[in-house]
């Protein structure tokens, strides 16, 4: 039973009012093979991201010794800021045109775009033109959030969206472990000349971004934005073929919900009064979240291979395998800490992890500074700081992306994913980048810390405002703006 009104045919008209129990359909399913197929070709990512940071990060001092480019720390910092920059400006354009045009379309030239400018950054002739590819890439992965968190959160049965979420957004670290270990091979001595080796890594980005395009095909339109753009026999047949293929329940009729279909598209004066009329504490609380983890992040992550040559005389093919195990515990985290948001809840274990990682981040900072650790201790101290801090960063963007209707949810996250990274990450690897050229460490400790206190005060403002979304349908976590008695 998706659709209970006698003529379905009106549901397209402005101000009919259909009822449904599609979201409820949705939400009952037993876990299958098509929300695996989900998984893979959306988590798909966070996987590139992850390649992106790392290759950036573990080939930045191969890059610096690029003659023609002309980079020194500040310019690899600068260069890591473009593309930070561009992930904002993509988040903002991508994600109001996923609203209004769907999360299918989207979420396929979000990805052709990142895989041609990351393509084109191994072709970079200067400074300039590196950064503008850099950008350009950037743009397209910040689309991606957008258009992927939205289908992720809509496709996936709530039972199983907190640690679906929060494992999807951890597999970063399985990119960055791809792009700490291909990095290493191709900057091995011997195998290509030195102005090669670093341009031939991103050209991984390139393939796997292109290759994912063949199984987001298999993908359909998310039935929930399908509703509140009146094609509802649309939501209806696609929902009927997801049960089919996970051999879910059918016979038992589940809740239903009361839709107006809208006449016109989503905008910004929905977002606003979503934001600040609806749920104003929610929206301080998401920008609170996504601000201390993109700082905490895009500060240490950008600039650790810098660390790394400036601090402890690594060479330049060795950073990929210190940045492996430290992918490991990123990734490590959100897998094994992901099933308690959906068990303890999402409140607590915000707020814990948050509180966890800015501790032991501040332990870092102070054993930095007194000059005990070296590259393997300083590794591991990372490992288990960002075991934590992986699952916190996860959880603000399943906090952003659960939290808000549907009919603007691709646009919140990408609002808050563009102020968060807007303030507290496209300037912070450019900070640190320029802390590390001091070269002293009382200056980059002081930084370690700033992120430390950031991380703390989130965790606060969670025990605070957090929302207890756990187990809860979509539609009851945030009623649609569309929604009618």
Known sequence: MAVLDAERDIAAS?????????????????????HTLVVAALGITWILDGLEVTLVGSLSGAIAETPSLGLDSTGIGLAASAYLAGAVSGALFFGWLTDRVGRKRL???????????????????????????????GAGIGGEYAAINSAIQEL???????????????????????????????????????DVGWRAAFGIGAALGLGILFLRGFLPESPRWLLL???????????????????????????????????????????????????????????????AQAFCYNAIFFTYALVLDRFYAVPANHVGLYLLPFAVGNFLGAVVLGPLFDTWGRR?????????????????????????????????LWSIVFFFASAAASSAYLTVS??????????????????????????????FGFLIGTGSPVAIAGGYMLGA????????????????????????VARPLSAVE
């Open 156 to 194: 996936i049965p709530a039972r199983y969206r907190g640690r679906t979420d929060i494992a999807i957004n951890g597999s970063f670290w399985v990119g960055a472990a791809v792009g700490a270990l291909g990095s290493s091979v191709l900057l091995a001595p011997g195998l290509l000349p030195a």
């Open 14 to 34: 402005h101000d009919a009012i259909v009822e449904t129990d599609v979201p409820a359909r949705l939400d009952r399913l037993p876990w299958g093979r098509f």
């Open 348 to 380: 607590p274990m915000i707020a814990s992890t948050y509180a966890i990682a800015g501790l032991l981040l501040a332990l870092t900072a102070v054993l930095f500074v007194q000059g005990v650790l070296g590259a393997i201790t300083q590794t591991i």
């Open 453 to 476: 206190v950031l991380m703390l005060i989130a965790a606060g403002v969670a025990l605070k405002l957090g929302v207890a979304a756990e187990r809860r349908s979509l539609e009851d």
């Open 229 to 291: 753009h009146g094609r509802v026999d649309e939501a209806e047949r696609i929902t009927a073929s997801i049960e089919q293929r996970v051999h879910g329940p059918r016979a038992r009729e589940g809740p239903t919900i009361r839709l107006r279909m809208r006449g016109r598209p989503t905008s910004f004066v929905d977002l606003g009064a979503s934001l600040f009329r609806h749920y104003p504490r929610r929206a301080i609380l998401g920008l609170v979240l996504m601000i």
């Open 107 to 137: 979420f396929t030239v979000t990805v052709l775009v990142y895989a041609l400018a990351t393509g084109a950054s191994g072709f970079a002739w200067d400074f300039w033109s590196f950064a503008i590819f850099r950008f350009i890439a």
């Open 402 to 431: 659960e939290s808000f209707p549907v009919e603007v949810r691709a646009l919140a996250i990408a609002l808050f994913y563009a102020l968060g990274t807007g303030i507290g990450g496209v300037g912070a690897p450019w900070l």
